[in-house]
């Protein structure tokens, strides 16, 4: 059975930086593609980043481009969202998110196209 665990939320201050990490159980990285998405209170769930099953490509939201970074560990099946210059409007749960995949060099962007996720990890910016 398939199951990510988020970690590494918590409280920062402005312009500060967390990396969060999600751990995937009975996958293999190489075959599924990893989505990164977050839900403030009262908005709907948005994307951040995501990665095709290669890792050779990636996608940021305009929001978080030049300040967000995405990378996989296949060794320990887990992925990072190193985040950077943090600011208040990126307070939200954070969740990850797979799907398997038979075309290494994609990425999906919508919430729609993703079968598994974990249970989301808090990040809250304020000073």
């Known amino acids: 059975q398939v199951q990510l665990v988020e970690s590494g939320g918590g409280l920062v201050q402005p312009g500060g930086s967390l990396n969060i990490s999600c751990v995937a159980s009975?996958?293999?990285?190489?075959?599924?593609?990893i989505g990164w998405f977050r839900q403030a209170p009262g908005k709907e769930r948005e994307a951040v980043s995501f990665?095709?099953?290669?890792?050779?490509?990636?996608f940021y939201a305009d929001a978080v481009k030049g300040r967000f970074t995405i990378f996989r560990d296949t060794a320990k099946s887990t992925v990072h969202l190193q985040m950077n210059s943090l600011k208040p409007d990126d307070s939200a749960v954070y969740y990850c998110?797979?799907?398997?995949?038979?075309?290494?060099?994609?990425?999906?962007?919508?919430?729609?196209?993703?079968?598994?996720w974990g249970q989301g990890t808090q990040v809250t910016v304020s000073s």
């Open positions: 998110a797979c799907r398997r995949t038979y075309s290494p060099s994609v990425y999906y962007t919508g919430v729609r196209n993703y079968d598994h």
């Open positions: 990665m095709s099953s290669s890792g050779g490509r990636t």
């Open positions: 009975a996958i293999s990285l190489d075959h599924y593609a």
